[in-house]
């Protein structure tokens, strides 16, 4: 990994506002105490420091599904569930069982509120 990759990259995510589809393959980076949102042709949707983000688990997916709080605004985010569910973690993430439970632990090692 070079310095201009981002730490940590989730791939193939859903990313929703609401009801609202907006990324069917969209990535996750989180890289240098921030979380990056993009769209599936790697736009960008949002982003910000790891401290300021409230992340938790949504319940009736099994967890597979997190709701962020970012800038205000709330995304829905399915690591991996846009195919094939691929996720990037060059560091110790403490054995997570999902994508999901890693993208939370990243955040709350970052300082954000992760329950």
């Known amino acids: 990994m070079t310095n201009t990759e981002p730490?940590?990259?989730?791939?193939?995510?859903?990313?929703?506002?609401?009801l609202k589809p907006l990324a069917q393959h969209?990535?996750?980076?989180?890289?240098?105490?921030?979380?990056?949102?993009?769209?599936?042709?790697?736009?960008?949707?949002?982003g910000g420091p790891l401290n300021q983000i409230a992340a938790k688990k949504v319940k009736f997916t099994g967890g597979k599904t997190v709701s962020l709080t970012l800038n205000g605004t709330k995304y829905n985010v399915s690591p991996g569930w846009g195919a094939r569910g691929v996720f990037?973690?060059?560091g110790?993430?403490?054995?997570?069982?999902t994508a999901a439970e890693a993208l939370l632990r990243l955040i709350a090692l970052g300082g954000g509120q992760a329950g």
């Open 7 to 18: 730490e940590y990259v989730f791939d193939q995510v859903q990313i929703g506002k609401g």
């Open 26 to 46: 969209g990535f996750v980076l989180v890289d240098r105490g921030t979380l990056t949102l993009l769209g599936s042709d790697r736009q960008h949707i949002d």
């Open 88 to 90: 990037v973690l060059p």
């Open 92 to 97: 110790d993430t403490g054995h997570v069982k």
